[in-house]
């Protein structure tokens, strides 16, 4: 069953505001304008990534994330999450990329047509940018996970902000081949260079994490996810074990932001079945991208 929404009239959406532009006031129609926008952005997913296999489990819609509305998520950390409905789930992947496991990882959400969020450490971006090309090529969605995956509170302010930004930029160059830098916002060194991702999406490792870079994170206009629920896969088991583990919690929160690491093998070999599961039982995924990207999500790509 493929959850590709294809019911929005776009057409009809067009026309009418056209229709209210002649008769309503400057001020209406641009509020109309974006309201018609935002409903578009909510209900139209698949659309802009078509499916060849008609069974795929693909993705439901697109969410816009809007840092300065959502500036941390996740309840396993925050009181605040995504707005997400029933049988509504997100997919986000730790610690890559890792030239063994990702792949298949990516293999398997490209069978199903699925987009996810990879949380990247900036050292195995820098050694392998390829991959990191890859993945975005195929259409998910980059984010951030420092540089080397130290615990944040137990290092000083100022080594805290370099490992967050080091990683930053790393995994900007390998993905644009240059490393955006802003001037000076930085706590405890104003003036030097910041790195800026082009993808607001941060987590830290361990969920571990300190107010001063709470703060900072904030006033660069970076979204810092934790999740809803996790399928506890830095603990060693069988990827039966672990589906068993994660479906079971699934079915308690019934919705949320799931965290996987695909560096993980047991991961890896459980993503086909997961994500059967996931269609089986009428979830839906939600792809997420930054409120100011300019385009909708890439197509999904099969994996080469």
Not at 146 to 156: A, E, G
Not at 196 to 202: E, G, L
Not at 246 to 269: F, V
Request: with cysteine; charged share 20%.
């Amino acid at each position: 069953m493929s959850y590709r929404c294809t019911h929005y009239p776009i057409g009809n959406a067009k026309r009418n505001a056209k229709y209210a532009e002649r008769r309503m006031t400057a001020k209406f129609t641009k509020a109309l304008g974006t309201a018609i926008a935002a409903m578009m952005i909510w209900t139209a997913a698949a659309q802009a990534a078509e499916c060849p296999r008609k069974d795929a489990l693909g993705i439901s819609r697109v969410l816009r994330v809007d840092p300065a509305t959502f500036p941390r998520v996740g309840l396993k950390s925050f009181p605040q999450t995504l707005p997400l409905g029933d049988h509504e789930v997100v997919l986000t992947f730790d610690d890559g990329p890792w030239a063994a496991t990702t792949p298949k990882v990516l293999a398997a959400l490209a069978r199903e047509c699925v987009l996810a969020t990879f949380f990247l450490k900036g050292k195995p971006a820098s050694e392998q940018p390829e991959l990191v090309r890859r993945i975005a090529a195929q259409g998910h969605t980059i984010a951030h996970h420092t540089w080397s995956h130290p615990n944040i509170k137990h290092l000083k302010p100022d080594a805290a902000i370099a490992e967050i930004d080091k990683g930053i930029a790393a995994v900007e160059k390998a993905l644009h081949g240059t490393a955006a830098t802003t001037p000076g916002i930085a706590m405890a060194n104003p003036g030097i260079a910041i790195a800026t991702p082009s993808t607001p999406f941060f987590r830290y490792p361990y969920f571990e994490m300190t107010p001063a870079t709470l703060d900072l994170l904030q006033k660069r206009g970076i979204t810092v996810f934790g999740a809803d629920l996790w399928a506890s896969d830095w603990e060693p088991m069988k990827p039966a074990r672990q589906l068993k583990l994660l479906t079971e919690r699934l079915q308690i929160a019934r919705k949320g932001i799931i965290l996987l690491h695909d560096p993980k093998a047991q991961t890896a070999a459980m993503m086909p079945a997961f994500l059967r599961y996931l269609r089986n039982n009428h979830y839906r995924v939600v792809h997420l991208v930054p409120a100011a990207a300019a385009t909708a999500a890439a197509s999904p790509q099969n994996p080469k």
